[in-house]
């Protein structure tokens, strides 16, 4: 009977404790802590956002709110400036209560690391929730219950402890998988400090790669334990690598679209060295910049004393500006700049091909896919190009690697549209889209010649000192090339327009289709990252026109816009509302406008179409916070109300109606967060 009524009494509390469990979900504490940290990182939430799914007592006052809302918004840019990767360290329970530790390192500098505490609590069957005061239980219903308070002290108490030990804890860890990876990469460093020449090359290729522990290594000054001005340095080359320095001088090591020569000066000993770094930048109206490295030769290898530039990227403007000018010798450093092109061509072997089709098969994949050093490697060379003529061919070649490829104001791509050749000349004739022209498509002839090696990229096309040291008939062959595509301009024009309108399909509804929320989201998302990385081709692919003939123009005039925007932009977009369950569907976004400005609400016109959904690229409505943005709103309802039918118009008012509804309640939230933020 004992035994009876022991099990009796088990049984119903296995139950009920198995039910709790699975009706709490299969997220722990931890897990549910980890992803409320990064939903304050990744998102820029309102305020009733940022509380919501949090225990915050009902009995919270309003001014109580406010200032947990306006803590957790800072804690998460604190989040996002510091690029910090979040992961559990540590999780206590007890009972319906319980303390997680989270570990968070910054990706921009593998050094720099916090702890942050979380208190949480099991609903019952809506599973667990973070107190909304980190580090702590403040502000979470304990219902005046003395013994459930003082399991929160203590819970915050273990808190606070285990916070202080995992710090200490991650700041060895973290230092010591630093030393790790910069002793697997010093067989190769020491390699390279063998020359001077050798050892800023090796430095300059590891920065471009962002491979940190080799750069430290190559330098040679952090050997041992980390001193305080080494730690400065370390975090100098770590947000350097980054791109994230505040003067963007580090870009001269970084960027993968600029060439780089290595030049060792005259002079020196077996103690120090000169090496000038003379990098090549298309974009900069003086397109050859130069780094000077001084090199000492310390415990029996050479170490590199980093530039001032360099060093003191991320000092106040004024300077940095004097650390510039005392690297600079004008006189030196002109005549250095000036032997770029020799010294490229002297340490670069030439790229030809031996028939025409294949260079230009092999050039658009390297425009496309491959480097500018590539497309260098494809000028003609001749030792009796003048070196101002020289000069001028590789500046050409700059300005039409950059028609290819997006900067921070323009989003540009390219298509190889025609071959002309004509005995030893031919014509490479690229279609040119992008959002900084007003036409936004032009044509341009790329003119090749071809020489005892096979074809190159001809150095006539840019002086007529050049396209006068031909001989006569490669000057007659050249000029026929010309004259060819000339003739064909207009008829490749209409070609290249009808290529790009093939890109998109018609917005047309298909009776019986319909667009699911998850496919509108998912559009939406992958729309604008294609935005931010300025893939214009497949960009386009993802549109529909409203007006099959000039709706092209308007989409790329939006898409322009879009991409500045993007480009601004520091927080990520955050779908507001999602408009689905018919042939039109529609996206709320809220759209980050940069610093000190409050966000955009655009309206993602979605349609489905044979080929799936599509997003009705000519169609960009906005919530109007301006008369501007109102009368372009107008121009937009125009062109729907003439290509839609009277219904489809009016379901697509009904979409906007709510966008605008959904968009203004977000806008106020939004601002009651950020302006408080803002007068702090």
Request: charged share 30%; with cysteine.
């Amino acid at each position: 009977m004992k035994q009876s009524a022991w099990f009796d009494r088990l049984v119903p509390s296995i139950v009920f404790l198995l039910g709790a469990g699975l009706a709490s979900g299969s997220t722990g504490p931890g897990e549910e802590a980890l992803n409320f940290m990064l939903g304050l990182r990744d998102k820029q939430g309102a305020p009733n956002e940022l509380l919501e799914g949090t225990v915050l007592s009902h009995h919270t006052g309003a001014i109580r709110r406010s200032a947990i809302s306006q803590r957790l918004a800072l804690l998460g840019r604190y989040l996002r400036n510091n690029r910090y990767e979040l992961k559990v360290s540590s999780e206590k329970r007890d009972g319906d209560l319980a303390a997680v530790t989270i570990n968070a390192v910054s990706s921009q500098d593998p050094l720099e690391v916090d702890v942050f505490g979380l208190g949480l609590r099991n609903r019952g069957a809506d599973g667990w929730a973070v107190a909304p005061v980190p580090g702590s239980f403040d502000n979470v219903d304990l219902g005046f219950d003395q013994a459930l308070e003082e399991r929160a002290d203590a819970l915050e108490l273990w808190m606070g402890k285990e916070r202080l030990l995992k710090l200490r804890a991650l700041e060895d860890e973290v230092l010591e998988d630093l030393r790790m990876r910069m002793k697997k990469a010093e067989p190769a460093a020491l390699e390279a400090a063998v020359s001077p020449r050798q050892l800023v090359k090796a430095f300059s290729e590891a920065c471009q790669k962002g491979d940190l522990p080799a750069a430290m290594v190559l330098l040679g000054k952090f050997e041992g334990d980390l001193s305080e001005e080494e730690r400065r340095l370390q975090r100098v080359v770590s947000l350097g690598l980054q791109g994230l320095d505040s003067r963007g001088y580090w870009h001269f090591l970084t960027r993968s679209d600029v060439v780089r020569v290595v030049v060792q000066e005259e002079g020196g000993d077996d103690l120090d060295a000169e090496v000038s770094l003379l990098v090549f930048d298309p974009r900069r109206g003086r397109p050859v910049s130069l780094i000077r490295f001084v090199l000492l030769y310390v415990g029996k290898r050479w170490t590199i004393e980093l530039p001032s530039g360099l060093r003191l990227s991320n000092e106040s403007r004024e300077t940095f500006r004097r650390a510039l000018l005392r690297d600079q010798n004008y006189d030196e450093d002109d005549a250095l700049r000036k032997k770029f092109e020799e010294e490229f061509e002297e340490q670069n072997a030439p790229l030809r091909s031996a028939t025409i089709t294949a260079a230009a098969k092999e050039i658009e994949k390297i425009l496309r896919e491959g480097s500018l050093a590539e497309f260098l490697r494809f000028a003609h060379r001749s030792p009796e190009l003048a070196e101002p003529e020289r000069r001028a061919a590789y500046r050409y070649l700059g300005a039409f690697w950059n028609q290819f490829h997006q900067d921070a104001k323009a989003a540009s791509d390219g298509k190889l549209l025609d071959v002309i050749e004509h005995e030893d000349a031919g014509a490479l004739v690229f279609r040119i889209v992008s959002t900084a022209q007003d036409a936004h498509l032009e044509l341009n002839p790329l003119i090749l010649m071809r020489d005892k090696q096979g074809w190159s990229i001809a150095p006539g096309v840019t002086t007529g000192g050049n396209f006068a040291n031909l001989d006569k008939d490669s000057q007659e062959q050249q000029a026929e090339v010309h004259r060819r595509f000339e003739s064909q301009r207009e008829d490749l024009t209409k070609k290249a327009i009808a290529n790009l309108r093939s890109r998109f399909v018609k917005a047309a509804p298909v009776e019986g289709r319909v667009v699911r929320a998850e496919e509108a989201g998912e559009l939406v998302r992958k729309f604008r990252s294609l935005i931010r990385k300025g893939n214009l081709m497949e960009l386009l692919s993802c549109g529909a026109l409203l007006d099959s003939s000039d709706g092209m123009w308007e989409a790329l005039n939006a898409i322009s816009y879009e991409y500045r925007g993007a480009k601004r932009s520091a927080v990520l977009d955050q779908q507001v509302h999602v408009q689905s369950g018919k042939n039109w569907a529609a996206v709320t976004l809220r759209v980050d406008s940069g610093q000190g400005s409050s966000p955009s609400y655009p309206m993602y016109l979605l349609v489905a179409t044979g080929e799936g959904p599509r997003i009705v690229v000519d169609v960009g409505l906005r919530l109007a916070t301006n008369k501007g943005r109102e009368v372009l709103n107008e121009r937009v309802w125009e062109r729907i109300d003439l290509f839609l039918e009277e219904e489809e118009s009016a379901l697509v008012r009904l979409l906007f109606e709510r966008h605008v509804a959904r968009s203004k309640t977000d806008l106020d939230a939004w601002m009651k967060t950020n302006t408080m933020d803002q007068g702090r």
